[in-house]
C-alpha cells in the first residue's frame, strides 16, 4: 500500500485490517482529524487485533471475528513504539472528540 504522507509503498501483510498505517509509522493529526469516533475506536483496537489481544467489549469481538486475519489469543499484549505512540495519538482524538459533544 502507498502511505501518501511519507509517500512510500509498504508491503501488505493478511493482517493490515482498515488502517494499515498504524504498523508502519507514527501517525500524524492529519491522518486522523476527520474519522469519526466510531473509526477510531475501530483504528485504535485494531492494533491490538493484530497481536490476538481476546476483547472484552462484545461489539469489538464481534465486529474483529468477522475478519480472517484476527486470532484471539491472548489478555496481554507487547506494542512497539510506533503502536504505542499511534495508541495514544488516536485515545487524544478520541477525547477531543467527546468533549466537543
Same mark, same amino acid.
Given at each position: 500500500?502507498?502511505?501518501?504522507?511519507?509517500?512510500?509503498?509498504?508491503? =501488505?501483510?493478511? &493482517? *493490515?485490517?482498515?488502517? %494499515?498505517?498504524?504498523?508502519?509509522?507514527?501517525?500524524?493529526?492529519?491522518?486522523?482529524? /476527520?474519522? =469519526? %469516533?466510531?473509526?477510531?475506536?475501530?483504528?485504535? &483496537?485494531?492494533?491490538?487485533?493484530?497481536?490476538? /489481544?481476546?476483547?472484552?467489549?462484545? *461489539?469489538? $469481538?464481534?465486529?474483529?471475528?468477522?475478519?480472517?486475519?484476527?486470532? %484471539? =489469543?491472548? +489478555?496481554?499484549?507487547?506494542?512497539?513504539?510506533?503502536? $504505542?505512540? &499511534?495508541?495514544?495519538?488516536?485515545?487524544?482524538?478520541?477525547? +477531543?472528540? +467527546?468533549?466537543? +459533544?
Amino acid at each position: 500500500f502507498f502511505d501518501e504522507v511519507t509517500c512510500r509503498w509498504y508491503t =501488505s501483510q493478511p &493482517n *493490515d485490517g482498515l488502517f %494499515p498505517i498504524t504498523r508502519v509509522r507514527k501517525l500524524i493529526y492529519e491522518d486522523i482529524m /476527520y474519522l =469519526s %469516533p466510531q473509526e477510531l475506536r475501530i483504528m485504535r &483496537n485494531e492494533i491490538f487485533a493484530r497481536h490476538g /489481544y481476546i476483547f472484552v467489549s462484545g *461489539d469489538l $469481538q464481534e465486529y474483529f471475528m468477522q475478519k480472517p486475519w484476527y486470532k %484471539p =489469543s491472548t +489478555k496481554t499484549v507487547t506494542l512497539n513504539s510506533i503502536e $504505542q505512540y &499511534n495508541i495514544l495519538l488516536i485515545e487524544q482524538q478520541e477525547q +477531543k472528540l +467527546k468533549q466537543h +459533544k
